[in-house]
């Protein structure tokens, strides 16, 4: 066997060894004994069922004579075969098929090391959040992100689908939101950041572009065969621009624009919290999203509300009143509380951005802490579930400060793949707090991500690092990111050889 030796040692779990090419696993197994020799895998797997394994772990043993997987549930086999892929990876082949490529039935023939390795996710909630309203990818590029996913062993896809930039969902029985809301004048000019003082248009008519219901189908089909559960993001109360396109009467003023934005940032106009109607129709929006997804979990957004118009608005004082709900803050707390219900009597759960916490809204809502990490501790110490994805280092929009970056927009602003490497979605939890940290994502706001390659360069290596902290969580105070650069420069060459835009290391 040829083997690319490296001269640094890892340490992870209990084991030490030695990195090589060949063992260059994303994320790190949280156990693995290299006991020499290979395995030349001329035969199928064995695979044993054994109840005490934990959720989504297995236990894969690589011998001279063969390979047998042990897993509880059908997640962890699919996580056994994915590490068997790595293990066999010799050029980046199987990006698109990592499960196909170890189904038993074809084994694909490679001698592979000989390795025992136990493991299980540190965390339950691996997710990775995509925003196609500033601009849109399409299917293909979906399900290219859904396989890398599951070859990093990621497993919830936030998918965020309206905007003050456009609504990309075809709702049943709702065509206005899509014909209205899924297409704009035009765009920012690329390169440009497209907020207030940085704004140069393009003067290209934008869409119509949105998902179809047949569309959601074929992703979330897609999403299920890799282990993914897909959770979809309909805003509320605010940046909801591109609904009010379709419905300007669901605003507190007269004369909303009929098309959504076109400038990124934070828009005043968000939905009438005081109007019966545009909380049924909202309503019935939500009961379209839980038909057509199956998930557990429904995102309902809550960020960045301005509470202006709410303050001019005389049927939103009069709701504030008749409720007794003190302030905006309350209201904004109200309208959490009831799509939080209308979900629950679904069999739902809502989860919404960290501002909800304003107006103290029940715990039965999920908190997806952004902001500075305290939210994030703040929510589960007042015993909400919490996810969290922190802005500084989770949030791969910006460029990852490496030589000659083509795709820097956000001149001051850098996230390194060292910084990413330290995200730690337990700092500062006590130990109550932390058992309602269900995970946490990595984020792509697409302001400044115009297509494809673009969206690959931002997400890879950062999402190599991000992976091993939810499913290994190294130690904090013990991370070694020279040994992690080491392997993700092996995985870096392997998604170029599959033609995924990964960016440098440096
Ligand atoms: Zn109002």
Partial sequence: ????????????????????????????????????????????????VVASIPPEGYELSVRRDGVTIRHSDEAGLFYAKTTLAQLRNRGGAGFRATAQATDGQKPVPAEIPCVEIKDAPAFKWRGLMLDECRHFFGKETVKGILD??????????????????????????????????????????????????????????????????????????????????VVPEIEVPGHIRALLAAHPEFA???????????????????????????????????????????GTYIHIGGDECPKKRWKECPKCQTRIKALGLGNEDGLQAWVT????????????????????????????????????????????????????????????????????????????????????YTFNPLAGMSAEARGRV????????SECIWNEYDLAFKLWPRGFAFAEVLWTYPDPAKRDFAEFSVRAAEHRRRLIDAHVNCAPLK
């Fill in 438 to 445: 269900l995970g946490a994502e990595c984020c792509a706001w």
């Fill in 148 to 229: 890398l996913m599951a070859a990093y062993k990621l497993n919830v896809f936030h998918w965020h689908l309206t905007e003050d930039q456009g609504w990309r969902l075809d709702i049943s029985g709702f065509p206005e939101l899509v014909q209205y809301g899924a297409v704009r004048p035009e765009s920012p000019k690329h390169g440009c950041r497209g907020v207030q003082g940085d704004y140069r248009g393009n003067g290209q008519p934008y869409g119509p572009f949105f998902y179809t219901p047949d569309d959601v189908r074929e992703i979330l089909a897609y999403a299920k065969e890799r282990f993914i559960t």
């Fill in 252 to 294: 507190c003023r007269e004369g909303v624009p009929r098309v959504p934005c076109t400038l990124n940032g934070i828009e005043g106009d968000v939905l009438c919290a005081g109007n019966d109607e545009a909380i049924a129709f909202m309503e019935k929006v939500y009961d379209e999203v839980c038909a057509l997804f199956p």
């Fill in 1 to 48: 066997m040829k083997r690319m030796e490296f001269t640094l040692v890892a340490v992870v779990g209990l084991a030490r060894y030695v990195v090589t090419a060949d063992l260059a696993l994303i994320p790190a197994p949280r156990e693995m004994t290299v006991t020499g020799g290979a395995c030349p895998c001329a035969t199928a797997p064995k695979v044993e």
């Fill in 337 to 420: 509380r009831h799509f939080t219900e209308h979900l629950a009597k679904k069999g739902r759960r809502a989860v919404g951005w960290d501002e909800i916490l304003a107006g103290n809204p029940g715990t039965e809502t999920v908190v997806h802490n952004w902001r500075k990490p305290e939210f994030g501790v703040k929510a589960a110490e007042k015993g909400h579930d919490v996810v969290i994805s922190s802005s500084r280092t989770t949030y791969f929009s910006v460029s990852q400060g490496v030589k000659d970056d083509p795709f820097d927009y956000y001149s001051r602003r850098r996230l390194p793949l060292s910084v990413a």
